[in-house]
């Protein structure tokens, strides 16, 4: 069974900057399109970035720019590196991982880590 741990979020002021992790076990991490979403209070989740398992990205346009996405597949882990942060990038981020190794759109999710941009 995969499964997926996030950490790394907190309170940042507005501009500074956060590195989300996400561990991913059970399965052949390497196989697995990963991809962080978020989801505002009253919002709905949305893709923010997303890896393939050929290491072809994607990013929401609101986050182009700012946020890099990125897999180390010998330690099985996927990061979220967040720059220039702003006030509506407040949200839950959530780690996703999809077996068919494409934009991650699959079942398995983390339980989520808070960022909170503040000043």
């Known amino acids: 069974q995969v499964q997926l741990v996030e950490s790394g979020g907190g309170l940042v002021q507005p501009g500074g900057s956060l590195r989300l992790s996400c561990a991913h076990s059970?399965?052949?991490?390497?196989?697995?399109?990963m991809g962080w979403y978020r989801q505002a209070p009253g919002k709905q989740r949305e893709l923010v970035a997303s890896?393939?398992?050929?290491?072809?990205?994607y990013y929401a346009d609101s986050v182009k720019g700012r946020f890099t996405i990125s897999r180390d597949n010998a330690k099985n882990t996927v990061y979220l590196q967040m720059n220039s942060l702003k006030p509506e990038d407040t949200a839950v981020y959530f780690c996703?991982?999809?077996?068919?190794?494409?934009?991650?759109?699959?079942?398995?999710w983390g339980q989520g880590t808070q960022v909170t941009v503040s000043s």
């Open positions: 890896i393939t398992n050929g290491g072809r990205t």
């Open positions: 996703n991982a999809d077996p068919s190794g494409g934009v991650a759109r699959g079942p398995y």
């Open positions: 059970g399965s052949i991490f390497s196989l697995y399109g």
